[in-house]
């Protein structure tokens, strides 16, 4: 799966993925309203309109970007409709060809990990049925339990041949406080880059990627050195203050490797001075323009 | 929350949380057969057994223990459906006047990790009308992330008189590959115990928690000796080797102070040579006569 993001990325010409955070406060008023003209003031007012908005926001966008990440917890707070939504918006994006990124940063010991692993990449036996629950094509996994906690969804999606990213180095302030302690002479995460590295395998690319936050340039640069062909997923670009010249040396040596990530900045640029004329009607079609400007700016990375 | 959840370990004489962990295969044949005839191979079908079975312990134990604890992943792999399980266990667990503890393992950056805390501990906004989605009483969370992403839970607990529990020095064979790391002479999860302290406030116990897995005994006294006024959540008991008198240094001064999980050892005691005469039928008796010898084990740390 890692392989085929990177040709997307290389047939789009771009190394970007569009967050699906819809804090409800991104969604235009006339969707929120005529949700809860339907549904009232109900958690299925507020999945109607994420799903609405997500649906209009993938069709946007469907033709520039080679995926989206939604991130799970802005519809786990809705409870079983927002969950819900979830699953549609996955549906909805494979059915536009998008590759789908699910941000669920879960991690447990060995078979805890795995039953997360079936829930978001595999499948479960019922009786003699198998079912697919959530069923994106790559998820995030949070290291902190060790490989035991990592290796299940290792496993499942090599069975699934689909991907994971671990987180390595976050975009957060404060992800240096336990990430960037140094245990001789080398930060933490430079171990859990290490154990990336042995976690995976494919060619070109691995199948076990890495979150490395745009907002820490020196970081990443040092983490590339390491992991020379793994595709790296960068939170942090636009709203916490990432910029594309910023990631220059994020890049592999061909120019690819990469895949970043932009939520606010794409979905709610309608709300920004830059892309106010569109109004809140046209939140589509300001996605659309802020990702174009985007690929601009990555473009500049690489020049 | 945690000074509630150690009055009814008080009351109940029992440090004991349940582990309502429900794979499949600890599901007596009987139960999981009348769920296919209804609903047939499906997840509807393995949500509606887990929850007759959680249920049926549930009525079991409720006398003798002060909590129960889901672990969320083994309701989501069985997608919607099991969450809706989760659910019902969580309503159903509080009705019998147990404390709720989500094994969620959550941890973002700060305004997804505020999604997540809401979603799990507080209340979302939707209008003018306030949601609460899962309502545990108390949930765990991961620190890889840093503060930012830890307070908000710890915001959203102070506000709802909740609790938390921060993943410190975990159960597994691999915890030790990034949490034992030694930095200037200390290993990472002190680090952690330190700003589990620094995040915490509350008395007699602090509303921040740790989980401190019972098979690593000597780093147990240590954190403990780390921290006086907090409430431990201990994994690792029974199946995964740990025992009572391993825990002796796990408990405060006033031989309070911890909750130990079991699970496994307990929902599936029926399948435990000592249980084998309850047979399948008799499961919920079985697990209650796991508690009351676990309870036994526990008093032998303290004697």
Tied chains: 1, 2.
């Excluded at 819809?22 to 299925?44: C, Q, R, V, W």
Aim: aromatic share 8%.
């Amino acid at each position: 799966m890692m392989n085929r993001l990177m040709e997307e990325v290389k047939k789009k010409e771009a190394p970007i993925v569009v967050g699906l955070d819809p804090n409800l406060s991104f969604i235009p008023s006339k969707i929120m309203n005529n949700a809860i003209a339907e549904y009232g003031e109900t958690p299925d007012a507020a999945a109607e309109a994420v799903s609405e908005f997500n649906r209009a926001l993938i069709d946007a966008v469907a033709d520039l970007v080679p995926a989206v990440k939604p991130q799970i917890a802005m519809y786990e707070q809705f409870g079983i409709p927002g969950l819900l939504a979830f699953q549609n918006t996955i549906v909805y994006a494979k059915e536009k060809g998008l590759i789908v990124i699910g941000d669920i940063k879960r991690g447990d010991i060995g078979s805890t990990s795995e039953a997360y692993a079936r829930a978001h990449l595999g499948k479960i036996m019922i009786g003699n049925a198998a079912f697919s629950a959530f069923d994106e094509d790559i998820v995030t996994v949070n290291p902190y339990l060790g490989s035991d906690g990592v290796l299940p969804f290792v496993k499942i999606a090599k069975e699934e041949k689909k991907g994971i990213f671990v987180l390595v180095k976050t975009s957060n302030p404060s992800s240096g406080e336990f990430q960037d302690r140094e245990i001789d002479g080398r930060p933490l995460y430079m171990y859990v880059a290490d154990k990336v590295k042995e976690w995976g395998e494919g060619e070109p690319y691995s199948n076990v990627g890495a979150v490395v936050g745009a907002t820490y340039p020196e970081e990443g640069k040092r983490i590339r050195e390491c992991l020379p062909n793994t595709v790296f997923l960068i939170p942090g670009y636009g709203a916490q203050g990432g910029k594309g010249k910023d990631l220059k040396e994020y890049f592999d040596k061909d120019g690819l490797g990469v895949i970043v990530n932009s939520s606010r900045g794409i979905i709610a640029a309608y709300k920004q001075e830059a892309y106010a004329s569109y109004g809140e009607d046209g939140f589509a079609d300001a996605a659309r323009a802020a990702v174009l400007a985007m690929k601009e700016d990555l473009k500049e990375a690489l020049s």
